[in-house]
């Protein structure tokens, strides 16, 4: 049988471009592992952990046909390092660095994070809202890793949906859309026994105040009173002499400008 050459050349040609496309998804994690299409992460643990938590952070409107950089972290678990999956309804996600990788319409990571010395595990990617408007959806999955070298003892759960509002373009587009980022406020664990774990973002850099209250409205204890930089940050509370009770953590920015309020068992 003759083989003609220009079958032979395209053959190869596939061959090449099929072994480029499987090594891109060997050199990252996986994807439809979301609420959106999956069903976890599965292969380190059969159910989704209370102790881990993953966020999603970013303005919650935008203009049709208009981009955000957002951020997505992972708190707690054995927290030496982790990955995230990310998929989107009716916008697109692309990747802004060399930390996390797009296959097909979704992002996973591109290799395990480790946790930085001094803050959460993050990541940043970019997000393109559709031209149609109304509500779109972002889903989101973390695992926590030991970094043991296998499964065990890792621990995994699906984040929050996070909801962006994607209303017409206008001329006052940049105003609304510089109004539409909110702030985040997570203690784990929650009950605390004694200390607990807050993590939280500042959408921009600005002066922070963090305090606790107790149920009376008194103020038991200051975390952070000074300025911080945009991003996440995480601090621990020592609840020391306190009683257990339940417990309220406000923080705010720009004296007020922004605030959010987190209740807190501790337990002892």
């Known amino acids: 049988m003759k083989i003609h050459p220009a079958r032979t050349t395209f053959i190869l040609f596939l061959v090449f471009a099929f072994s480029i496309s499987l090594d891109a998804y060997l050199d990252c994690g996986r994807i439809r ?7 976890g992460c599965i292969c380190h643990g059969d159910f989704a952990s209370p102790n881990v938590a993953v966020q999603i952070f970013g303005p919650d409107s935008l203009a049709a046909g208009t981009s955000a950089q957002f951020t997505i972290a992972v708190f707690g678990g054995p927290d030496s390092s982790a990955g995230v999956n990310v998929a989107v309804s009716r916008g697109v996600i692309d990747t802004v660095d060399s930390t996390l990788c797009k296959i097909e319409d979704e992002l996973t990571y591109a290799f395990p994070h480790p946790r930085p010395v001094d803050g959460a595990i993050t990541w940043n990617f970019n997000y393109t809202a559709p031209l149609q408007t109304g509500q779109d959806t972002i889903w989101s999955v973390g695992n926590s890793v030991n970094l043991s070298g296998t499964p065990e003892g890792d621990e995994w ?4 949906n996070f909801y962006v509002n994607v209303f017409p373009a206008t001329s006052v587009s940049d105003e609304r859309q510089a109004k539409s980022f909110s702030l985040y406020l997570k203690s784990y664990p929650n009950p605390a026994n004694p200390n607990a774990v807050f993590s939280f973002f500042v959408p921009y850099s600005s002066f922070v105040n963090l305090s606790i209250f107790n ?10 009173n000074e300025y911080k930089e945009e991003g996440v940050h995480q601090i621990t509370w020592s609840a020391g002499n306190l009683a257990s009770s339940i417990y309220f953590a406000r923080l705010s920015i720009n004296n007020d400008e922004l605030s959010a309020v987190k209740k807190l068992i501790l337990v002892k």
């Open 33 to 39: 592992l979301t609420r959106k299409n999956g069903f």
């Open 215 to 224: 149920y009376e409205g008194k103020a038991v204890s200051n975390l952070v």
């Open 157 to 160: 759960n699906f984040g929050e």
